[in-house]
């Protein structure tokens, strides 16, 4: 509204200006003779000597407007419940400006809650049921089964198993017979030899010894060390002698015979091959596998599903809680209202502009300047703004801008002049009122 009273004064001064004689440019007026003061003063209620005082030539007037606002839209449409501000007043970034009837958008929200929690809860059912790695032990146990089967069809056993089993049986029978008749002749005789040259080792480790026998420190010399290192050989050698001199004992040849019979059991089964029933265990093996790996991902399907609809129930819910938010409509920025399409009971739509919103401190003037003293002028240029009708309250300002292009009117052309007041120092002058700006 006040931005809406900036551009209508202009246009009632136009009115009174060419009945009295002021010359009127575009944003502001520059004044002429007595009858503009008259007028200025009954226009706005000062008093005639401070008319007097504000519009010595040349002095321009204009209504301040903001050089920075945003506009307000509600992001949602429905019926206004409650609005809190009035245009002119000061508000925060943050502020509630009005707000709109949320019945439906906070139903919209619990719904949302609901889907979640029961996507939650199947996503939860079928964690309970199945896993990656319960996937990844199905699929391993029937590659066995594959495998077993595999093997039943060619006989059970390949050549190599084969190979390896009759020599495993053989070897069990070699030792049972060895047990049986004890050690061989040739066998005896490599016992003997060793035991002699270990013999022969220690009678001359202990001929070296006896040479340094008198020496204090013999235990740390190496005739010592090596007679030790002798003597142990030798106790070893006689253990082996005496063990294969010895007749086997009982348990002995038992254990022997009976892992015998175990070898050529196993080698016996091998050799006789599979039988259908085997066949068909293997078989059955293989289906059960299946059926579990096929179960298992069925369930990790669902999972994925069931992880989807838990996302998806979220952007749902985070998308309903920004709908419920924005019924609260805020100010987007601290200053002031400049414009509110906002009533109690009205309808808007959601991109509705229902307000705007404009920094306070941010202002300018923008008034023509005919062409003859516009070329005087130059962008910083000092101009002095005052409030209409109080000589004290004014402030130092610049020229922001000098507008290349004239207004179209007859006569002597104006060029639009854009005078930005500081941020600084401006605290009593709002958007809308009335001031001079005289070009110092």
């Known amino acids: 509204m006040l931005r809406t009273l900036g551009r209508v004064v202009p246009i009632l001064l136009l009115i009174g200006f060419i009945a009295t ?66 245009v002119g007043d000061l508000v925060e970034a943050g502020q509630e400006l009005f707000r709109l009837d949320a019945t439906q958008l906070d139903w919209a929200v619990q719904r949302a809650e609901i889907a979640l929690e029961l996507a939650r809860i199947a996503l939860l059912e079928i964690d309970e ?90 235990g740390r010399t190496p005739q010592a060390a090596n007679l030790q290192r002798v003597t142990i050989d030798l106790n070893v050698a006689q253990a082996s002698y005496n063990e294969a001199t010895q007749p086997a004992r009982a348990s002995e040849v038992q254990g022997a015979l009976a892992a015998a019979h175990r070898a050529q059991h196993a080698l016996n089964e091998l050799e006789e091959g599979i039988s259908e029933v085997d066949l068909a265990v293997g078989r059955a093996r293989v289906a059960a596998a299946e059926a579990t790996v096929l179960r298992i991902e069925e369930l990790t399907t669902s999972q994925k599903s069931a992880e989807l609809r838990v996302s998806q129930a979220l952007v749902n819910l985070e998308e309903s809680q920004q709908r419920l938010d924005k019924a609260t409509v805020r100010a987007p920025m601290t200053g002031v209202v400049l ?45 002095r703004i005052t409030r209409f009708g109080s000589d004290d309250i004014s402030v130092l300002s610049t020229i922001s801008k000098i507008s290349p292009i004239s207004l179209p009117g007859k006569g002597n052309s104006t060029f639009p002049v854009t005078i930005r007041l500081p941020e600084d120092g401006t605290a009593q002058f709002n958007p809308g009122i009335f001031v001079s700006a005289t070009f110092e």
């Open 21 to 86: 004689g002021v010359v009127l440019v575009r944003g502001g007026l520059l004044t002429t003779d007595l009858a503009a003061r008259e007028w200025l003063a009954s226009a706005t209620g000062a008093q005639p000597k401070a008319v007097e005082s504000q519009i010595s030539i040349p002095t321009y007037f204009g209504s301040l407007e903001v050089t920075q606002s945003r506009s307000v839209t509600p992001g949602v449409g429905g019926e206004v419940m409650e609005v809190f501000v009035e």
């Open 129 to 218: 049921q199945s896993t990656e790695g319960d996937l990844a032990v199905a699929r391993a146990n029937l590659e066995v089964a594959k495998t077993n089967l595999d093997k039943l069809a060619f006989g059970g056993v390949t050549e190599d198993e084969l190979a390896a089993t009759r020599a495993s049986a053989a070897a069990a029978w070699a030792r049972y017979n060895e047990l049986l008749a004890g050690p061989t002749e040739a066998r005896l005789q490599q016992l003997r030899a060793s035991l002699e040259r270990a013999e022969l080792a220690v009678t001359q480790a202990q001929r070296a010894y006896n040479e340094v026998a008198w020496r204090g420190d013999v």
């Open 339 to 383: 414009a509110l399409n906002a009533e109690e009971g009205q309808v808007i739509g959601a991109s509705s502009l229902a307000a705007e919103i404009g920094d306070p401190s941010a202002l300018e003037l923008v008034v023509g300047i005919p062409q003859d003293q516009v070329l005087t002028m130059s962008v910083g240029d000092p101009v």
